[in-house]
């Protein structure tokens, strides 16, 4: 019986959930980038920071489009960090 009940769960939801849990490992990489380049950025080191906000904006462009919120941030922190190299 136990068996049978983690085959029909394994069928039923294994394939939905793995689906949802991709999509949050990517939105989790997402905003780890930005994150991490906001980080930098405070600590000053410029350098590292670009290139964080750089994956961050092509990441959310390619996901997100271009008319996103999420995508316009992430290009104002490159554009401003740009700025200080």
Request: hydrophobic content about 55%.
């Amino acid at each position: 019986m136990v068996r049978f009940l983690q085959g029909f769960w394994a069928e039923t939801y294994f394939f939905e959930h793995c689906i949802i849990l991709l999509h949050f490992r990517f939105f989790a990489l997402f905003y780890c980038r930005f994150n991490l380049g906001t980080f930098y950025f405070a600590m000053n080191a410029f350098a590292k920071a670009k290139y964080q906000f750089a994956e961050a904006h092509k990441v959310y462009q390619a996901f997100l489009g271009a008319d996103h919120p999420d995508t316009k941030e992430a290009k104002a922190a490159l554009d401003d960090v740009s700025a200080f190299l």
